[in-house]
C-alpha cells in the first residue's frame, strides 16, 4: 500500500471517529497526520504505570483503555475509560503541563488503535486549530466530571448501591447474564474482593441473582432496581 493511500485511510479513520475532524482545513488534517504516530495494541497491554512519558496526545481511533490507581495494598479504582472518538486528559496534562510522577496506570481492555498528536501539534494548534482546541478542552471537562463522580460515588455512596447500580447496568436491566468476577467487580468499585462477594452472597440468598464461576444471572431485576433507589447514604 502506498504512503498516500495509507494517509488516505488514516484520515478516512480520522473523520470518522472524530467529529472536529470535519472542521479542520486540508492543510490543518495534512499537518496532524504529520505530526503524528499510529499505534496499534493488543489487549492486555500496559500503556503507562506513570505519568510523566508520554508519547503525544492520545486520540483513540479504535478499541478502549482503562485508566486506573493501584492502593498501596494493591486495590485498584478505575477514574474513567475512555474510547473511540475519545483523548486521554492525563496525556494531555503531561505534555502541556509536564506533569511527571502521577501514579496512574493506563491499559487497553481490547485491542486499540491510537494515533499519537505530537507535543509541538498540539502547543502550536492553541492558535492555529481552533475546533481542535474545542475538542480538546471538551474531552478534559467531560473526563473530570466522571472523575469527580468516582469520588462522590466512594465517599457518599454505600458500597450495596454502587455494586447493585453494575449489576443492573450490565445485565441491561437482568435481559442477560454478566460474566466476570468477583475480583473484577471489586476493582471497579474500589473495594476488597471480600466485600463484593459477601453483597453478592447476600443477594443471593435473597433470591436476586444467582451465582456460578465466572458468571451472575440476574433472577429479579426489579428487586435489584429497588435496592438502588432505596438504599440510603451512609
Same mark, same amino acid.
Given at each position: 500500500?502506498?504512503?498516500?493511500?495509507?494517509?488516505?485511510?488514516?484520515?478516512?479513520?480520522?473523520?470518522?471517529?472524530?467529529?472536529?475532524?470535519?472542521?479542520?482545513?486540508?492543510?490543518?488534517?495534512?499537518?496532524?497526520?504529520?505530526?503524528?504516530?499510529?499505534?496499534?495494541?493488543?489487549?492486555?497491554?500496559?500503556?503507562?504505570?506513570?505519568?510523566?512519558?508520554?508519547?503525544?496526545?492520545?486520540? %483513540?481511533?479504535?478499541?478502549?483503555?482503562?485508566?486506573?490507581?493501584?492502593?498501596?495494598?494493591?486495590?485498584?479504582?478505575?477514574?474513567?475509560?475512555?474510547?473511540?472518538?475519545?483523548?486521554?486528559?492525563?496525556?494531555?496534562?503531561?505534555?502541556?503541563?509536564?506533569?511527571?510522577?502521577?501514579?496512574?496506570?493506563?491499559?487497553?481492555?481490547?485491542?486499540?488503535?491510537?494515533?499519537?498528536?505530537?507535543?509541538?501539534?498540539?502547543?502550536?494548534?492553541?492558535?492555529?486549530?481552533?475546533?481542535?482546541?474545542?475538542?480538546?478542552?471538551?474531552?478534559?471537562?467531560?473526563?473530570?466530571?466522571?472523575?469527580?463522580?468516582?469520588?462522590?460515588? %466512594?465517599?457518599?455512596?454505600? %458500597?450495596?448501591?454502587?455494586?447493585?447500580?453494575?449489576?443492573?447496568?450490565?445485565?441491561?436491566?437482568?435481559?442477560?447474564?454478566?460474566?466476570?468476577?468477583?475480583?473484577?467487580?471489586?476493582?471497579?468499585?474500589?473495594?476488597?474482593?471480600?466485600?463484593?462477594?459477601?453483597?453478592?452472597?447476600?443477594?443471593?440468598?435473597?433470591?436476586?441473582?444467582?451465582?456460578?464461576?465466572?458468571? %451472575?444471572?440476574?433472577?429479579?431485576?426489579?428487586?435489584?432496581?429497588?435496592?438502588?433507589?432505596?438504599?440510603?447514604?451512609?
Amino acid at each position: 500500500m502506498s504512503i498516500v493511500k495509507d494517509k488516505k485511510s488514516l484520515l478516512a479513520e480520522l473523520k470518522a471517529s472524530f467529529s472536529f475532524a470535519h472542521e479542520l482545513l486540508p492543510h490543518q488534517l495534512e499537518l496532524l497526520i504529520a505530526d503524528s504516530t499510529l499505534e496499534e495494541v493488543e489487549a492486555g497491554t500496559v500503556l503507562a504505570e506513570k505519568i510523566g512519558n508520554c508519547p503525544g496526545l492520545a486520540l %483513540i481511533l479504535a478499541g478502549k483503555l482503562r485508566v486506573y490507581k493501584t492502593s498501596a495494598d494493591g486495590r485498584e479504582i478505575t477514574l474513567y475509560r475512555i474510547g473511540k472518538g475519545r483523548t486521554c486528559p492525563l496525556s494531555a496534562v503531561c505534555i502541556l503541563g509536564h506533569l511527571e510522577g502521577y501514579l496512574a496506570k493506563v491499559v487497553a481492555e481490547v485491542d486499540t488503535r491510537i494515533l499519537w498528536l505530537s507535543r509541538d501539534f498540539v502547543s502550536n494548534s492553541m492558535v492555529k486549530c481552533e475546533p481542535f482546541w474545542r475538542y480538546l478542552f471538551g474531552c478534559m471537562a467531560g473526563r473530570l466530571y466522571e472523575t469527580m463522580e468516582v469520588v462522590d460515588n %466512594i465517599a457518599f455512596i454505600p %458500597i450495596k448501591k454502587r455494586l447493585t447500580q453494575i449489576l443492573v447496568e450490565k445485565s441491561n436491566f437482568g435481559k442477560h447474564a454478566i460474566y466476570t468476577t468477583h475480583e473484577a467487580l471489586a476493582r471497579e468499585l474500589g473495594t476488597a474482593r471480600e466485600v463484593v462477594s459477601r453483597e453478592l452472597k447476600g443477594l443471593e440468598r435473597l433470591g436476586i441473582l444467582s451465582l456460578s464461576r465466572g458468571r %451472575i444471572t440476574v433472577e429479579k431485576a426489579e428487586e435489584l432496581e429497588k435496592i438502588v433507589g432505596n438504599v440510603k447514604f451512609e
